[in-house]
T-cell receptor, first 111, second 112 residues
Framework: DAKTTQPPSMDCAEGRAANLPCNHS???????VYWYRQIHSQGPQYIIH???NNETNEMASLIITEDRKSSTLILPHATLRDTAVYYC????????????FGTGTRLTIIP | GAVVSQHPSRVICKSGTSVKIECRSL??????MFWYRQFPKKSLMLMAT?????????EQGVEKDKFLINHASLTLSTLTVTSAHPEDSSFYIC????????FGPGTRLTVT
């Protein structure tokens, strides 16, 4: 699976959009980009995933660059409850592949 | 989304004893479940893949005789930490697959 690179930490003001970047320059054509988050002392929570088109759901938007070498997770109106570690994961077939968690980005929402 | 539960949420045991952790998929059946371990301020590390009706597949470096996994039904997988030692103290998290992977809330094990 392709390796991902994320900044170790970020701060964002409450109510503003939080933009979390992820580099996956070695991604191959059949690999998806998945985002999970882990709030302190809880299990990870699925957020969103995409292949090459931008995606949006009730939690977030995922913007994937045209060359697919990087992506950005956008939380449009961050709240204090969004404080968590966010993991960007790349894998081929979600059904059969194992999730490999990197170090993620620790996002802190500031009141 | 789908719900995965774990029991217990927190357990303290004495060194040398065994501890069983249960992982249940509450509203779906899962032929495959996964067990992770997470040390403080570290990322999740996959320990093993639990397959219903067959033996678990362990990641490199994980002792299968120490971390016994049983996936006896489509909704239940158990992880037993045998002869626990203080270095086994960790946050253990399971997940079950239904399209995406859904994670349990985790079990914090403290071995004294």
């Amino acid at each position: 699976d392709a390796k991902t690179t994320q900044p170790p930490s970020m701060d964002c003001a409450e109510g503003r959009a939080a933009n979390l970047p992820c580099n996956h320059s070695t991604i191959s054509g059949n690999e998806y980009v998945y985002w999970y988050r882990q709030i302190h002392s809880q299990g990870p929570q699925y957020i969103i995933h995409g292949l090459k088109n931008n995606e949006t759901n009730e939690m977030a938007s995922l913007i994937i660059t045209e060359d697919r070498k990087s992506s950005t997770l956008i939380l449009p109106h961050a709240t204090l409850r969004d404080t968590a570690v966010y993991y960007c994961i790349v894998l081929r077939n979600f059904g059969n592949e194992k999730l490999t968690f990197g170090t993620g980005t620790r996002l802190t929402i500031i009141p | 989304g789908a719900v995965v539960s774990q029991h217990p949420s927190r357990v303290i045991c004495k060194s040398g004893t065994s501890v069983k952790i249960e992982c249940r998929s509450l509203d779906f059946q899962a032929t495959t479940m996964f067990w992770y371990r997470q040390f403080p301020k570290k990322s999740l590390m996959l320990m093993a893949t639990s397959n219903e009706g067959s033996k678990a597949t362990y990641e490199q470096g994980v002792e299968k005789d120490k971390f016994l996994i049983n996936h006896a039904s489509l909704t239940l997988s158990t992880l037993t930490v045998t002869s626990a030692h203080p270095e086994d103290s960790s946050f253990y998290i399971c997940s079950a697959r239904l399209g995406e992977q859904y994670f349990g809330p985790g079990t914090r094990l403290t071995v004294t």
